[in-house]
């Protein structure tokens, strides 16, 4: 089966032998003069002409500042577990998704004409944690919430294994991924995942996908969301998740997104541990970190003006240093998520390109 992250890291020098993933698409959006309502709800609005100026906005932006992978605007689209006309009116948001990111990259590459068609940026569709269906819960897992003692923190986040696999089943319906292997869509991007519940529920999902995504040649990574260097967020051994992934053959790559950076050099360090003990080291790492800001998931307080809170840890970080050590130490696929710009990745791609 053919592999487009593998056949695209091939294509890069020696010297910058790894791939750069966009960023963080709500602070994007938020920066452009959407709020927070709008940026979140805009994967089902694109028949709204500012809301769809704004994530083709987004969209360029990232691809202008030379990654090699964007991400399609998919992660929220509101796929709880129903049927027939509900799950199609959701399928064709994804879809209208996709259409909209192979737009950006087709108006991006004319602008470039030198460009041949192997320097076509990858396509990789978003898949939200079934935690984004769950009311009142923020992914992150470096939030600040009224309280812990609720499902969100929770095996499962409360929930069946059964009713988990019924989000994941809608999400990946064969509509779905049909579509995107026709729409130049390379890599199902299953993202925040923080529960080991939910990381076995995927696996068995793949797996019984398997011929489909032969059929379509889509790749998968899965990107958990840590609490610390040893769990992911409800709680659960973050060795176990990387153990159930590396032994599921249609993983293509793994790591972390929205988790704070400090944690990132040891997670990366334990995934090649966890790797190479189940005979897995063809898999390829992938980091997107966000900016190591605390999300306020809660109503906001007197004197509170924003739901993003800076912490003095992170007041001299620079995420092109951290960025360059998470490659020496081993991440094949760099990006961000929340609060990380298409400057930052720019600047990241700038000093690449110095290198050469």
Known sequence: MRNALFERLHCKPENAHYLVLDGGMGTSLGYLGLNEFDAWSAPRRLGEPHIRN?????????????VDIITTNTYDSQFEAVGGEQTFKRTQWVLDNIDLANEAIDE????????????????????GSFATVITGRAETANREQNSDDDCRRREGYGFEASEIRSYFDARLNNDVLKYAGNSNVSVLAFETVGDLLEVQ???DVLKSKAEMLTE?????WVTLTCRTEKTVDTGGSLSSCIKELAMCPQVTALGIN?????????????????????????????????????????????GENDHWRKQSM????????????????????????????AGDIAELVRREKSKS
């Open 216 to 220: 379509t040649e889509l790749s998968t």
């Open 108 to 127: 991006h590459l004319w602008k470039f004409p030198t460009k041949c068609k192997s320097d076509r940026p990858l396509l990789a569709m978003s898949v």
């Open 54 to 66: 704004s994530v083709k906005k987004v969209h360029m932006d990232f691809l202008e500042s030379g």
């Open 201 to 203: 529920v995927i696996c």
């Open 258 to 302: 929205c988790t704070e950076p400090h944690l990132v050099t040891p997670i990366i360090q334990l995934i090649k541990q966890v790797l190479k003990l189940c005979s897995a080291e063809d898999k390829l790492i992938v980091v997107y970190p966000n900016s190591g800001e605390i999300y306020l998931s809660r109503a906001l307080k007197d």
């Open 314 to 341: 992170y007041a001299d970080w620079d995420f092109v240093e951290a960025a360059l050590e998470w490659i020496d130490c081993g991440a094949n696929i760099i990006g961000g998520c929340c609060r990380i710009t």
